[in-house]
């Protein structure tokens, strides 16, 4: 007799799942050297890049006249010589004034030109991109007589607003360029959700937009701000009395036909280096993810 749980076909096994294969782990081609074929050419180059700083730390730390290869004993003779009596003080005034006023100008502009670029299509765009990149090719000194005519007719020679114009003038192509690359990062979409919900195109822009630019921002800020704290040739040109010199200017007074002060001349260096050490090592970051945000897209 058979009976129902006979009868009852027992459930056929559920199929083996395959195992996925694994990737095959490739052995990158640095890994695969030795160490001393990477360290040994970075320390090679570390010296070579640390040897000119240590020069110079030499030369404005040990006393006038030494010869030793080690700033012992250290002096600030130096820094004080510079600063108060070769008038470095102001000069350094004078150059944190043209390079925020640079700073805050270049950046003001540039993002409402990069905005319109970014958003807007009108006839002579692409025209105006290509007046934009060639005027990148044109040294800045073609450009002393044209701008020394203009601010002498304005009355503006030997005043720090001739130089900080000049260099907002000189920075604005580029700093457009790169802000009308990363506005186009930022999705439209953003805007026309904010245009729905009340805003108008300004507070869109504002609320929306401006938070995600501040890499962007920091950027140009920070490539506008080094260039004029760097730049020679226009406050050279534009500026005859000392007191509105700035610090590229100055290191240049220390320098004569005759006789070179080392120990002041690299006093006036590193004092001229260390703002702009300081503004790179907090604004790297942004900086970084700036410059190639602004690039990539365009």
């Given at each position: 007799?058979?009976?129902?749980?006979a009868?009852?076909?027992?459930?056929?096994?559920?199929?083996?799942?395959?195992?996925?294969p694994?990737?095959?782990?490739?052995?990158?081609?640095w890994d695969?050297?030795?160490?001393?074929?990477?360290?040994?050419?970075?320390?090679?180059?570390?010296?070579?890049?640390?040897?000119?700083?240590?020069?110079?730390?030499?030369?404005?730390l040990?006393?006038?006249?030494s010869?030793?290869?080690?700033?012992?004993?250290?002096?600030t003779?130096?820094?004080?010589?510079?600063?108060?009596?070769r008038?470095?003080?102001?000069?350094?005034?004078?150059?944190?004034?043209?390079?925020?006023?640079?700073?805050?100008?270049?950046?003001?502009?540039?993002?409402?030109?990069?905005?319109?670029?970014?958003?807007?299509?009108?006839?002579i765009?692409?025209?105006?991109?290509?007046?934009?990149l060639?005027?990148?090719?044109?040294?800045?000194a073609?450009?002393?007589?044209?701008?020394?005519?203009?601010?002498?007719?304005?009355?503006?020679?030997?005043?720090?607003?001739?130089?900080?114009?000049?260099?907002?003038?000189?920075q604005l192509?580029?700093?457009?360029?790169?802000?009308?690359?990363?506005?186009?990062?930022?999705?439209?979409?953003?805007?026309?959700?904010?245009?729905?919900?009340?805003?108008?195109?300004?507070r869109?822009?504002?609320?929306?937009?401006?938070?995600l630019?501040?890499?962007?921002?920091?950027?140009?800020?920070?490539?506008?701000?080094v260039?004029?704290?760097?730049?020679?040739?226009?406050a050279?040109?534009?500026?005859?009395?000392?007191?509105?010199?700035?610090?590229?200017?100055?290191l240049?007074?220390?320098?004569?036909?005759?006789?070179?002060?080392?120990?002041?001349?690299?006093?006036?260096?590193i004092?001229?280096a260390?703002?702009?050490?300081?503004?790179?090592?907090?604004?790297?970051?942004?900086?970084?993810?700036?410059?190639?945000?602004?690039?990539?897209?365009?």
């Amino acid at each position: 007799m058979i009976t129902k749980e006979a009868t009852t076909a027992a459930p056929a096994p559920a199929p083996a799942v395959p195992e996925p294969p694994r990737p095959v782990q490739r052995r990158r081609a640095w890994d695969e050297a030795p160490r001393w074929q990477i360290y040994l050419p970075l320390g090679i180059y570390l010296v070579f890049t640390l040897i000119p700083f240590y020069w110079i730390l030499l030369f404005a730390l040990r006393p006038a006249g030494s010869t030793s290869l080690v700033p012992w004993p250290m002096t600030t003779a130096h820094f004080e010589k510079v600063w108060t009596d070769r008038g470095f003080a102001t000069f350094f005034q004078n150059s944190v004034l043209v390079g925020v006023a640079t700073l805050f100008m270049t950046t003001l502009v540039a993002l409402a030109g990069g905005y319109a670029l970014a958003r807007f299509d009108f006839r002579i765009k692409r025209g105006f991109m290509l007046a934009l990149l060639c005027s990148q090719f044109v040294p800045g000194a073609l450009l002393l007589v044209p701008l020394f005519e203009i601010f002498a007719e304005l009355q503006m020679i030997n005043s720090l607003g001739s130089v900080i114009i000049a260099e907002t003038v000189f920075q604005l192509p580029l700093s457009m360029i790169l802000l009308s690359n990363f506005i186009k990062n930022v999705p439209y979409s953003l805007e026309e959700a904010a245009w729905v919900d009340g805003c108008n195109r300004f507070r869109a822009f504002r609320v929306v937009v401006l938070p995600l630019l501040r890499p962007g921002l920091i950027a140009v800020g920070s490539f506008a701000f080094v260039h004029s704290w760097n730049h020679f040739l226009f406050a050279l040109m534009f500026l005859n009395n000392q007191e509105k010199q700035t610090v590229p200017v100055g290191l240049n007074t220390l320098m004569s036909a005759d006789s070179v002060d080392l120990g002041a001349l690299a006093a006036g260096g590193i004092i001229a280096a260390v703002p702009v050490v300081i503004v790179f090592a907090f604004i790297q970051k942004w900086l970084i993810t700036g410059f190639s945000a602004g690039a990539v897209k365009g």
